[in-house]
DNA sequence: TGCTTGAGCTCGCGA
DNA sequence: TCGCGAGGTCAAGCA
């Protein structure tokens, strides 16, 4: 911890501000604020207690004691600014941050601040996750055959005119087929293979076949898909972690995913 | 602040977790930890310094030093577990916050705690956004010219089986058109719009336009539009938000942006 | 840099 | 409770 301020006046805490809304900095602010905001939309917040959190990326949140999502923010910041005003008698510090591309700006109109602390975070970990969408397609290459015997495939992440096809193969009647991945299918994704489908008719010989692989279904996407000749494969999240894991295991000698990591 | 504690034995700060990690508080902790996480996904972080925020409504965040989001989190959690626990002569203090529906948990495995605090945050003032796409519903509504000399609507929200048309109305020949309203458009944008457009076609009798309605496009969704004899009308959003704020004006008396919520 | 798509998406609305 | 779509989506990967 940097520093810690309880309490703060305004203008000590614009002097820690000036000096720490830097890159290399993480800054918490809790006060009661107002915020405004005004780029691709505009929105108003009124008075209320918040926690403000400028990480070392410049990435700016303000966050209200309520829900995952912030109230407010600022992805990545151009610059900052950081004043103090006099209204009705009332002195407030205001913390703006701006951005081009797109054109944005946040501005916290703060009237007490509770706690101010200043920390150089150190986190050199990078997040593993698996149970993404990319696992079904290594899994899928790893063993074609959970989606069909016989099936080839002919190239992944192949380009169309419509968009990239996950994954194109072929059956083992020589028919093309065009496989369409997706954890959470819902009508876009149907709507997406359906266009895939279409363009691979249009610039190949023979029947097409759409394929959409996904771990799990409602029954009126299944009749929205059938209704187009489209087919629906089932996977097993569970097997595509446990195969990948498998793979790591035999790949680096030890799994990123060990028992001890477990949540039990 | 309730309470706050600087570099707090483990053992002081479960005291204070197993006190306050209940719905009325707002906890953060800075601290070096591990996170893991098994539910939907599965996913592991390794030893590096973060912010944890229990929020009032029980949603559970993991902040890294970077980046808009979490590294790790839990919208809302059903329970949560502190205990302490001696590894290899090393104390460590373990948070786990689970939910059922779906079945997730988060670990948190701290080593070392810099700070905990604990707050009731007041704030009762709701976010107030304009520029969504009902936005534009409301703008075309209010001033069909917008989109093209001489529109009539007919209907919003109209019912298809290929979904629901957002505004649907005549041109000043009698020509039908299907608008399309979207901020973000995409290829299955396009799409859908045609399967409005086939629909209609369909049902109706005479000559059926599709127009996308949106403030941006990129030339090559244009294309694929252009392709399909569709049309595309810009909307400005600017003007969007300010009509919204005259009726706003007119309907409340007093606008919810007025000009002393300005980001200058 | 822009384009495209996935996300443990989250969240809100509606049936 | 579940299905569905929007989001100031963000962020990653690739051209």
Redesign the interface.
């Known amino acids: 911890?940097d520093t810690?301020l309880?309490n703060p006046d305004l203008s000590e805490a614009k002097k820690v501000l000036d000096e720490h809304l830097r890159r290399e900095f993480?800054v918490?602010i809790?006060g009661l604020c107002?915020v405004?905001?005004?780029g691709?939309?505009?929105?108003?917040?009124?008075?209320?207690?918040?926690?403000v959190?400028k990480?070392?990326?410049t990435?700016t949140?303000v966050?209200?004691?309520?829900?995952?999502q912030?109230?407010?923010?600022q992805?990545e910041v151009d610059s900052f600014n950081v004043k103090t005003e006099k209204i009705e008698g009332e002195k407030h510090l205001i913390l703006?941050a701006e951005r081009t591309n797109p054109e944005e700006?946040?501005?916290v109109r703060f009237e007490e601040i509770?706690?101010v602390?200043v920390?150089k975070?150190?986190?050199?970990?990078?997040?593993?996750?698996?149970?993404?969408e990319v696992d079904i397609h290594e899994s899928i290459e790893e063993n074609p055959d959970i989606i069909e015997d016989g099936l080839t495939i002919v190239e992944r992440e192949k380009e169309t005119?419509?968009?990239f096809i996950d994954v194109f193969g072929r059956d083992k009647k020589d028919r093309w087929i065009v496989i369409e991945v997706k954890r959470n299918p819902d009508?876009?994704t149907i709507?997406?293979l359906?266009?895939y489908v279409d363009e691979i008719e249009k610039e190949y010989q023979g029947e097409v076949r759409g394929i959409l692989v996904a771990p799990k279904i409602t029954d009126k996407i299944l009749d929205y898909l059938q209704d187009r000749d489209l087919e629906y494969v089932e996977v097993d999240?569970e097997n595509v972690?446990a195969s990948y894991e498998a793979i790591d295991n035999s790949q680096k000698g030890l799994s990123?995913?060990d028992a001890d990591?477990?949540?039990d």
Do not use: C
């Open positions: 911890m810690l309880q993480t918490q809790n107002t405004n905001y005004q691709r939309a505009k929105s108003k917040l009124d008075r209320g207690e918040r926690l959190i990480k070392q990326d990435a949140l966050h209200g004691p309520e829900n995952y912030p109230k407010n923010w992805p703006k700006v946040v501005k509770d706690l602390t920390d975070l150190i986190d050199k970990s990078e997040l593993k996750v698996r149970g993404h005119p419509a968009g009508y876009n709507l997406q359906q266009r999240m972690i990123d995913f990591y477990s949540v």
